[in-house]
């Protein structure tokens, strides 16, 4: 798990986020996210190249604890397709998990990418609901 300051945490949201169109962060206001970057209710945990370069995220929302959700996990475009998802996804949640949390879940729509569901099943969630819901205006 890694601290992250604004900035750095939202170059890396963006990244990761734009072709999938993640917004709920960039709409935060800047004291908000600050706030919720620096506290014990979101753990973020980044993929790094052997450089040190952010090429991927997992962050959960602990505020219900021992129930957490995944609210934000991916790779930057160039990283996908290698397998790197699912050591950062494994990597994170064995992390979680060993913090003493009872259940973890996450929700996903249509724009996630086509893979993830799948990786979602293998790495053991099972579906619990679906809904069709309309989408926001952009």
């Avoid at 003493?100 to 990786?119: C, E, F, K, N």
Wanted: proline residues 6%; hydrophobic residues 40%.
């Amino acid at each position: 798990m890694e601290r992250l300051l604004r900035p750095d945490y939202l170059e890396l949201y963006r990244r990761v986020g734009t072709q999938v169109r993640w917004d709920q962060r960039l709409q935060m206001p800047s004291a908000d996210l600050d706030e919720l970057l620096a506290g014990d209710r979101l753990h973020v945990h980044v993929l790094r190249t052997a450089a040190g370069d952010p090429i991927g995220l997992c962050e959960f929302d602990r505020s219900g604890f021992p129930d957490i959700e995944i609210k934000n996990f991916g790779l930057v475009p160039a990283s996908q397709g290698r397998g790197l998802g699912a050591w950062l996804l494994a990597e994170a949640l064995h992390g979680e998990w060993a913090s003493g949390v009872t259940r973890i879940w996450l929700h996903t729509d249509s724009w996630d990418h086509p893979a993830a569901m799948h990786l979602y099943h293998r790495a053991g969630f099972r579906v619990f609901a679906e809904r069709d819901e309309p989408a926001a205006p952009l």
